[in-house]
């Protein structure tokens, strides 16, 4: 709260000191002594929330912030105006309106701290009050002590003598004066009984239970009179039809509650359940107009406690309009447009958490105005439910809940957001196979146990849900809950990511800005432990109490054993390569967020080699094929404010190896192309082939900075299946332009017919198509001990740093003497867009 202490206050609260004022709004603590310095000392280090300073403080008096706004309002000629703000319990209630701003005060701390001491009530200082209640705060401030306010004196420690049997920051609750005091509503009742010529009308300090008898039946009678009187006037001497109407309202709210309360219960608790159930606000409200016509709101709300007095108040208009139980037309819903929002979602779903992107097909969307566009294919790794489900928890763990879409608006836009069902998975990488392989193998196990009936039944199926709850889990939103740094192990990448036995390769969370300590635990991550373990401790016992003399029965148990040790090392690997995952998908947003004007990120990725086709293809040249190698350098560029993409398709003239060699003089040719538009910086991004993990390309990047003029600030590797979807995309996009040209009779047989069918009609956006080959000079051979095992190099001055991940640990430096890059040259035929250049942000001219 330290920086809070210079805020500007309103002089008209009494209170020069923010942080008083915040704490006697938000505690109640309206004496602290601000000018003593062990006040400050205490209250200066403090923490608090943002909300709670902009609720307490900064936006106080915003109307438009919070829900139930501190200050009450009138409307006047067309504007809301300040009105007295003092609440009904605290001295007159205003009957018809609040008096308006013309003759208001201000509620100051000492007032607000009066009213706190003799009434019990906390008032935020600050509000408007009418001149009647700066009275009625006056005369309680000059019944109490003469003694002037003392202030708090605070011992060290916020919880200082905590356990004592007095503590000198409480003070004595002083309750109200036993003299009730008269309500405006008094007098003007007494006023209408004389009106009506009813004498006698008294009103005692007693309950009317607590009367005598001969009391109440005088009161009833006088009670008859007075409501006689006042449907006579409200009807215009119709009074008979009025009491009638308003006798059978009587008699229709009794019958709900008359009779058995444990039937009363049933029903409502049936109401409140299919309320529940209901899956949109139109069924919700048909559900509670059952009820609310006849049922008041606040017996209502103790079935259904997240009920709202709008919903109430509909769903009661609904039973009105419709007695007759028909179904009124559907009416369109609009909601306000949050762009904000709907963008988030977008970027959430597009991200390799949830979308991969397809080397192969298109899909075809249907623009605003009726045009169609076809863009690269992505599968989804989720349900749409899943989706829906990792999005709230996502917005929930990181306190963005205001983001939140309605379930309906984020299914319309997966619908809208095409993307390929996931049916079945090829070529996957390894952890993830191997993994689900894990589940789907311990589940066999758990099916062969439950028809031998080796165990109970409602056991093995619970192990069998938390199997699938488990799988569930891991696929969806483990990947959200791993953080850089955090409290649960199981979450914390750096301590995952570390080697303990390296410490150049590792980093301490004792240590360092995100200090922290493992004492929390996540109840899902605990959950599949326990599943598993439990598995594994049955199969345990199985195998120590199989008979010695029954050798078949024996091996089995072993072998079971052995099978589930198999897969549960297969799901944790899974675990691992998803954490993995995360922390370098998170690195790729990093990169992409610090690059600044004419730097650029280059993603890198050999496609799938191009087999030769034909369009009338004999059945002789369908066997036997030698495909055409083709690589894709992603690119994606700031210039100035605006972030650029362009691409660059190499093809290769010759059957060439797939090595370092053709990746170092690819990526030359590619720096070059960068340099001639005005990038002067560079990152690289690949998976993990062997021609691009390895000490020859590594040890080359000195080079590559040297002959292409590009400065290379680090050179990443993403983990498998994660990271490179860019460059997939882009693959996408050129098989689909050479099956368009093969479908126009064409025939790509060899790589000039590749290079022909790329270039030929309408070009591909945003891409340079080149054709042509490579050549290294010599034989060079490049050394890096344990170059497999690291993923992360930064260049620098004298040489080049490898660590194992991003920012964890010291890492290893190579010396730029130790470096023994190749040396070549290429020759490309290129076609197609090239990058143009954009003017960046220190040479735009003044406007």
């Not at 709850?469 to 955090?486: I, M, N």
């Not at 994606?636 to 660059?648: L, M, P, W």
């Not at 095992?789 to 930064?794: A, E, G």
């Not at 890492?811 to 197609?832: C, D, I, R």
Request: hydrophobic share 35%; net charge positive.
């Amino acid at each position: 709260m330290g920086q809070l202490m210079n805020f500007s206050t309103d002089p008209k609260t009494g209170e020069s000191n923010a942080v008083a004022l915040l704490l006697c709004r938000g505690t109640g603590e309206c004496d602290l002594n601000f000018t003593d310095p062990k006040v400050v000392d205490q209250w200066k280090n403090v923490a608090i929330c943002d909300r709670h300073v902009k609720e307490l403080l900064s936006k106080w008096d915003d109307s438009l912030t919070f829900r139930d706004s501190h200050t009450y309002r009138v409307q006047k000629q067309g504007k809301k105006e300040k009105a007295c703000s003092m609440p009904d319990e605290i001295g007159i209630k205003h009957l018809h309106s609040r008096p308006g701003p013309e003759k208001l005060e201000t509620l100051t701390i000492d007032e607000s701290d009066v009213i706190n001491k003799r009434l019990g009530y906390l008032v935020h200082p600050g509000i408007p009050i009418c001149l009647i209640h700066k009275k009625f705060v006056a005369d309680l401030k000059i019944n109490m002590t003469k003694t002037d306010r003392k202030r708090v004196r605070i011992q060290s420690g916020f919880f200082a003598n905590a356990d004592d049997e007095t503590c000198s920051r409480d003070t004595s609750f002083v309750g109200p004066s036993p003299k009730k005091q008269r309500t405006q509503g008094e007098y003007a009742l007494r006023s209408f009984a004389n009106f009506l010529n009813i004498d006698r009308v008294c009103f005692p300090n007693k309950k009317f239970e607590e009367l005598g008898e001969l009391t109440k039946q005088k009161k009833v009678c006088t009670a008859r009179k007075m409501i006689d009187g006042m449907l006579d006037v409200i009807s215009g001497g119709d009074s008979a039809l009025l009491k009638k109407k308003v006798l059978t309202k009587l008699y229709d709210d009794e019958s709900w509650t008359t009779g058995s309360s444990k039937n009363f219960d049933l029903i409502m608790k049936q109401v409140a359940a299919q309320f529940y159930v209901a899956h949109d606000r139109r069924n919700k409200r048909i559900i509670l107009s059952i009820v609310a016509n006849v049922i008041p709101y606040s017996t209502v709300e103790k079935y259904i406690p997240s009920l709202s007095r709008y919903m109430y108040h509909r769903a009661r208009l609904y039973a009105r309009q419709y007695k007759e139980n028909t179904l009124p037309a559907t009416k369109d819903v609009r909601e306000k447009y949050n762009k904000i929002a709907v963008q988030y979602f977008v970027d959430f779903i597009t991200s390799p958490t949830v979308m991969i992107g397809l080397p192969y097909g298109v899909k075809k969307v249907k623009m605003a105005n009726g045009t169609k566009q076809e863009i690269p294919n992505t599968i989804r790794q989720q349900s749409s439910t899943e989706i829906y489900e990792m999005y709230k928890s996502l917005l929930k763990n990181t306190n963005q809940t205001e983001l939140m879409l309605s379930r309906s608006s984020v299914f319309r836009i997966l619908d809208v957001c095409v993307a390929t069902d996931r049916k079945a998975t090829t070529c996957v990488d390894y952890f993830t196979a191997n993994g689900m392989e894990g589940f789907d193998g311990l589940h066999d196990i758990l099916d062969t146990w439950i028809e031998e009936k080796l165990f109970d039944l409602e056991s093995l199926h619970q192990l069998k849900t938390g199997l699938f709850e488990a799988a569930q889990y891991l696929r969806t939103d483990y990947r959200l809950h791993v953080k850089k740094c955090s409290r649960v192990a199981d979450h914390c990448a750096t301590l995952a990511l570390s080697d303990p036995m390296d410490k150049s390769m590792a980093s301490s969370c004792s240590t360092g800005n995100y200090t922290h300590k493992y004492d929390l635990k996540c109840e899902r991550c605990e959950q599949v432990n326990n599943t598993l373990n439990e598995i594994e401790s049955l199969a345990t016992q199985l195998a120590s109490s199989a008979s010695l003399t029954n050798s078949e029965s024996l091996e089995r148990r072993k072998d079971e054993v052995f099978q589930i040790k198999k897969y549960i090392e297969d799901i944790f690997e899974l675990k691992k390569h998803y954490l993995r995952a995360a922390y370098t998908n998170q690195e790729r947003e990093d990169i992409l967020s610090s690059l600044k004007d004419n730097e650029a990120l280059i993603t890198l990725d050999f496609a799938q080699k191009y087999l030769p086709r034909w369009h009338r293809e004999k059945q002789s040249d369908y066997y036997g094929k030698k495909g055409i190698s083709y690589h894709v350098a992603h690119t994606t560029a700031r210039i100035g404010d605006i972030y650029t993409q362009h691409s660059f398709v190499h093809i290769y003239s010759k059957e060439v190896p797939q090595d370092s060699k053709l990746v170092v003089m690819t990526l030359l040719h590619v720096l070059r192309q960068l340099k001639k538009v005005g990038i002067i910086r560079a990152s690289i991004r690949s998976d993990n082939a062997g021609a691009y993990h390895c000490a020859a390309t590594i040890n080359s990047l000195h080079w590559l900075m040297e002959m292409s003029g590009v400065s290379i600030s680090t050179y990443t590797f993403s983990e498998a299946q994660n990271g490179k979807s860019s460059s997939d995309r882009d693959a996408s996009r050129v098989k689909r332009k050479a099956e368009n040209y093969v479908a126009k009779d064409g025939n790509i047989m060899t790589s000039e017919h590749f290079f022909t069918a790329l270039t030929q009609g309408r070009l591909l956006n945003g891409m340079s198509i080149y054709h042509g080959y490579v050549t290294v000079d010599g034989n060079v051979s490049s050394k890096w001990t344990g170059i497999s095992n690291l993923n992360h190099f930064t260049v620098e001055k004298n040489g080049i740093r490898g660590r194992r991940y991003g920012s964890i640990g010291s890492g290893q430096l190579l010396k730029k003497e130790s470096l023994n890059p190749m040396n070549g040259t290429y020759h490309f035929e290129e076609a197609g867009f090239t990058p143009s250049k954009i003017e960046s942000m220190p040479l735009k001219e003044p406007m």
